[in-house]
């Protein structure tokens, strides 16, 4: 297998090149005294590296390819950008190259133990989920967890996107964008995107001129999802809401989403989304600022009591519209309240405190995830089989982040466990 760029960048970043006698093509000594910093973007793969050539020290850019000539086929001979390259290093020297004014650039063939390389084709090539999966016993459990600080952060960075997004599209309203969110939230993965549409075609402003009267906050709901046109007939209370919203509808000039958005197939009763619309309407009622009482909350336990809400009585005997099941009051549930406390509200008081400088919103997110229960599902089963024991949604969360940012994309030359995985023999002094 041909060995790609991104892998040398990994070899000369994590210095597990040969440390003696370093020359370059022409005998030059060489000494690293900084690698550089790995460039993501447009011009040289190192920025910022420092080295002493013979008894010369320089300071500049570091590329590298795994030809000498792909110098010449990345056009990097009339690109200014490359002019402060101080060093090509290189797989095979097939080409003497020469910066865009002409001076030529000291080249080093770079050398590493073959087994590096090996052990990450090895990686490429897995079939199971997880590539590391059989060498999973040579990692340092210690080392691993160290790790999961940053996957976290990562995790809640990777969400910051979508917010701000939301924001933008609020005229930076957090209450707003937090009810877009925590509606997302309440249709799971399931109806997501449907939850989400009610939330924008359903403004908090509506909500709360009439949050005193849940029935009318119920009809606004039902109505703008669509649910209330499924059916031309039913009984008293769905009657009831589809006039209601009559009212309502001409009133506010509201516009619905298509009803038939609504997933029931294959999901338990209590995650049916009538049920879910109907619990986000009682709890809409209840409070008027919910982002506002989040930030002041001081524990995940005052949460569960702000979130402790049930849909109103007629859904203590229905799932759905005019079908009757026995009596069963329909809370929300506490692990209902955990997925929100994961998945809307500990990125939210991330985001703002990132936003507005207030670093003790962003470790208030990551202290209540690490006194959050461990989440259970096929992800984290998978890591449990191999020996992870997850403390805390903090841990199930960064594991979650590793599957699906490294593992999956086999990412794993970015990934610390990856990292000791290819380097598990001795480099080279």
């Given at each position: ?324 099941s026995r009596t069963k009051i329909k809370s929300l549930g506490k ?26 919103m962003k470790d208030k997110a990551l202290e209540w995830l690490d006194k959050l229960q461990p989440e259970d ?53």
């Amino acid at each position: 297998m041909e060995t790609s760029e991104d892998f040398l960048h990994f070899v000369w970043g994590q210095k597990l090149y040969s440390l003696t006698d370093l020359k370059t093509t022409s005998g030059e000594y060489i000494t690293v005294l900084e690698p550089g910093n790995l460039n993501r973007d447009a011009g040289p793969d190192f920025f910022n590296a420092r080295l002493k050539i013979d008894n010369t020290i320089w300071a500049g850019n570091i590329e590298i390819h795994q030809n000498a000539s792909d110098w010449y086929k990345h056009h990097h001979h009339t690109n200014d950008a490359y002019g402060n390259v101080i060093l090509h290093i290189v797989k095979k020297n097939d080409q003497i190259v020469y910066r865009p004014n002409g001076d030529p650039i000291p080249t080093m063939i770079i050398k590493y133990p073959s087994r590096l390389e090996e052990n990450y084709h090895d990686l490429l090539a897995a079939r199971s989920r997880i590539p590391c999966e059989s060498r999973f016993h040579e990692i340092d459990p210690f080392l691993m967890r160290i790790g999961f600080n940053r996957l976290m952060v990562e995790r809640l960075a990777d969400k910051t996107t979508g917010i701000v997004a939301g924001l933008s599209y609020n005229n930076n309203d957090w209450e707003e964008t937090f009810y877009q969110f925590l509606a997302r939230n309440f249709g799971f993965k399931i109806n997501s995107v449907p939850f989400e549409l009610l939330a924008k075609a359903l403004p908090l402003k509506y909500i709360r001129k009439h949050r005193t009267q849940l029935k009318q906050v119920e009809s606004l709901f039902f109505g703008q999802s669509g649910l209330l046109h499924e059916e031309l007939l039913g009984d008293d209370y769905f009657i009831d809401l589809r006039n209601e919203y009559g009212f309502l509808y001409k009133k506010y000039q509201l516009k619905p989403i298509e009803g038939h958005l609504w997933k029931f197939l294959r999901l338990r009763p209590v995650n049916f989304p009538t049920l879910r619309i109907a619990q986000l309407a009682g709890l809409m009622c209840r409070q008027e600022e919910l982002f506002s009482l989040i930030m002041e909350a001081d524990s995940p336990e005052e949460l569960y009591t702000l979130f402790d809400v049930r849909a109103s009585e007629y859904w203590d005997t229905h799932y759905r519209f005019n079908y009757s099941s026995r009596t069963k009051i329909k809370s929300l549930g506490k692990e209902a309240i955990q997925n929100i406390m994961i998945n809307t509200i500990a990125p939210f008081l991330f985001v703002y405190g990132e936003r507005n400088g207030k670093e003790q919103m962003k470790d208030k997110a990551l202290e209540w995830l690490d006194k959050l229960q461990p989440e259970d599902n096929t992800i984290i089963r998978q890591w449990i089989s191999l020996g992870v024991e997850p403390r805390s949604a903090f841990d199930t969360q960064s594991l979650i982040q590793l599957q699906t940012q490294y593992c999956q994309c086999r990412n794993c030359l970015k990934c610390h466990i990856g990292y000791q995985v290819i380097r598990h023999i001795e480099p080279y002094d």
